[in-house]
């Protein structure tokens, strides 16, 4: 995986990022214990950054994301909301 340093924090973020429009169910249904192994697996293959938004399954892909975190003990994760 390739990182870029986000300038003023010095953060190493991964150049391919998470979209997180599938995990709140707005492209069909989806089950939340696949959408946090599908995060895990992600992380784990070292993409740390995630893009969500309120509006995905209204608030849905972002109470996946917290489930997801709670039983991640890697490196940190850097999550942008809309």
Same mark, same amino acid.
């Given at each position: 995986?390739?990182?870029?340093?986000?300038?003023?924090?010095?953060?190493?973020?991964?150049?391919?990022?998470?979209?997180?429009?599938?995990?709140?169910?707005?492209?069909?249904?989806?089950?939340?214990?696949?959408? /946090?192994?599908?995060?895990?697996?992600?992380?784990?293959?070292? /993409?740390?950054?995630?893009?969500? &938004?309120? &509006?995905?399954?209204?608030?849905? &892909?972002?109470?996946?994301?917290?489930?997801?975190?709670?039983?991640?003990?890697?490196?940190? /994760?850097? /999550? &942008?909301?809309?």
């Amino acid at each position: 995986m390739r990182y870029r340093t986000f300038v003023k924090t010095g953060w190493q973020v991964s150049e391919i990022g998470f979209g997180t429009m599938q995990l709140g169910g707005c492209t069909g249904p989806t089950e939340d214990h696949e959408s /946090i192994r599908t995060l895990l697996t992600a992380w784990e293959n070292g /993409i740390n950054f995630v893009d969500t &938004a309120s &509006a995905y399954g209204d608030g849905r &892909a972002e109470e996946v994301i917290g489930k997801a975190l709670k039983k991640w003990t890697g490196a940190p /994760i850097y /999550i &942008a909301s809309k």
